[in-house]
């Protein structure tokens, strides 16, 4: 009886931890999580290969393989992988969001991993829908080989000047702007994606040729809701001067709307503000000039971020570390974020 009653006592204790720890004690012990993106609210490995026995028949068992497998092809095809979740169902009861996501299920499984099964009209749900709704145009500055002929700094300009320029060096970390800025945008990219907004690059490779006006009408052709152009400062090598600044048109600039002008000056400083804390520089002050090219052709909110300074040799190695680069792109998201849902 003593033994029997142990038993019994053992059993309660884990009755009630189950009950304090559900997901520790249900969880699955297969992988959800491909390409650093978690799909444990959409996808359950026993579920899939029990409704989809002929997946296993495909790639085999291997749970990481038929993980890919469901977000490559299982995703497209709209398969349900979860009994929780169904997502032809949700796809049918939120007509309202076919306009946003589309008339395919992939967009769906995302929407729900992030946002759930909100009401339409909910706080959360409406923030997901403008995210949703915004393309961004990432415009990483300079290319491997300056443009110096000329063109108007903007539209009717009679001031002139070069396409683009060569940028600067780091010599601690070795690389060019042009190459630090393109990993951070590559970076931001995938980042901003995996949260649904839409983004388009002005340039993904260094031997291009693109000027400053041109990247501004790439953003305007593809109806662009703000444009980011990433860059970094440098002044005489081994100064002390280091941290993130934003930059944006003045008041009075005659090529834009000043409703363009104010958007613009907010993101550059919701920018530079949420890197800095991501990152823990300093966020230097935002400067305002009428005499960026790239802005001046831009019919949205543009703003330039110079992610820090590679003439600082600290603060050139950081730009150049991968770790230092994720926090980067973790401040701009959430800049970027405040930017769109505030």
């Not at 100064?239 to 005659?254: E, F």
């Amino acid at each position: 009886m003593k033994r029997l009653g142990k038993y019994l006592a053992a059993a309660a204790i884990l009755m009630i931890l189950a009950g304090l720890f559900p997901a520790a004690v249900s969880a699955e012990p297969w992988p959800t999580k491909y390409k650093g993106r978690e799909y444990r609210t959409v996808y359950s490995y026993s579920f899939y290969t029990k409704k989809y026995p002929y997946v296993i028949k495909k790639v085999g068992s291997d749970p990481a393989k038929v993980l890919e497998y469901f977000v490559k092809c299982g995703m497209y095809y709209g398969q349900q992988a979860k009994k929780s979740f169904d997502v032809k169902e949700y796809y049918a009861s939120h007509k309202n969001l076919r306009k946003i996501l589309g008339t395919g299920y992939r967009n769906y499984y995302d929407y729900y991993r992030q946002y759930g099964r909100f009401g339409d009209g909910s706080e959360k749900a409406k923030q997901g829908i403008r995210i949703y709704s915004t393309t961004v145009c990432i415009d990483p500055g300079h290319q491997r080989r300056a443009m110096y002929s000329r063109e108007p700094i903007g539209p009717g300009s009679g001031t002139y000047k070069i396409k683009v320029s060569s940028g600067t060096y780091g010599p601690w970390s070795r690389l060019n702007e042009y190459e630090v800025v393109l990993q951070i945008g590559l970076k931001l990219r995938d980042k901003l994606q995996a949260k649904g907004y839409k983004v388009v690059m002005t340039r993904t490779k260094h031997d291009v040729s693109i000027s400053n006006a041109e990247r501004a009408r790439l953003a305007n052709a593809k109806k662009a809701d703000l444009m980011v152009r990433l860059h970094c400062d440098g002044e005489d090598y081994g100064s002390s001067l280091n941290g993130a600044r934003g930059m944006a048109a003045s008041r009075g600039n005659r090529y834009l709307k000043q409703s363009v002008v104010a958007g613009g000056q907010r993101l550059a400083g919701l920018l530079a503000t949420y890197q800095a804390k991501a990152t823990g520089q300093r966020r230097l002050e935002t400067l305002y000039t009428n005499e960026m090219t790239g802005i001046n052709w831009a019919q949205m909110p543009c703003a330039i971020i110079e992610m820090g300074y590679m003439s600082n040799p600290a603060e050139d190695r950081r730009l150049a570390n991968s770790e230092f680069q994720d926090k980067i792109v973790t401040g701009l998201t959430n800049g970027i974020f405040h930017f769109v849902t505030d």
